[in-house]
């Protein structure tokens, strides 16, 4: 009995992926999703940019050579899709006092399903634009803002980093 709905369910697999295979080569490639986005954003300027690549997007905000990354959000989770990359002027310290931030996430805000943060730093997730509460814990990567405190994902508006 159950080897017999189990293998009428992989035909239905088979023929649904059958479907699927005909449905993709039909759809033209003007239809297909837009490209993920690589977004740099200079918190010394407030300067955003999009490219097609993380260096592109960094020379189009004017990120000094200096900068250095803090924090990349991502809209999708495991650290895919459009990518928002924030560059402060140095590495952040070693205590938690909340030395860079930026008060409105625009187009990344309500977006971010995973972060990663780099050169020492932790980044708060803010719901509301403006900082304050509710906000996330302290976070130094998470691959799916889902599983963070009561739920993180496409939610922060405002960042804090330290
Ligand atoms: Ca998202
Ligand atoms: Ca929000």
Not at 56 to 76: C, F, M, N, T, W
Not at 117 to 136: K, W
Request: charged share 10%.
């Amino acid at each position: 009995m159950s080897t017999i709905s189990r293998r009428s369910a992989a035909v239905g697999v088979a023929s649904l992926a059958a479907i699927g295979a005909l449905f993709a080569a039909a759809v033209p490639a003007s239809a297909a999703p837009a490209a993920a986005q690589s977004c740099a954003v200079n918190l010394q300027t407030h300067t955003t940019a999009c490219g097609a690549g993380e260096s592109q997007a960094k020379q189009l905000a004017a990120v000094p050579a200096a900068s250095v990354l803090a924090v990349r959000l991502y809209d999708g989770y495991n650290y895919t899709g459009t990518s928002w990359d924030y560059y402060v002027p140095k590495a952040c310290t070693a205590g938690y006092d909340g030395e860079y931030g930026l008060a409105d996430l625009g187009p990344a805000s309500n977006k971010a399903s995973s972060v990663h943060t780099y050169n020492h730093c932790d980044v708060h997730l803010h719901d509301p634009l403006n900082y304050g509460n509710p906000h996330s814990v302290w976070i130094d990567q998470a691959p799916d803002l889902r599983t963070i405190g009561d739920g993180w994902n496409n939610r922060a508006s405002s960042i804090g980093i330290s």
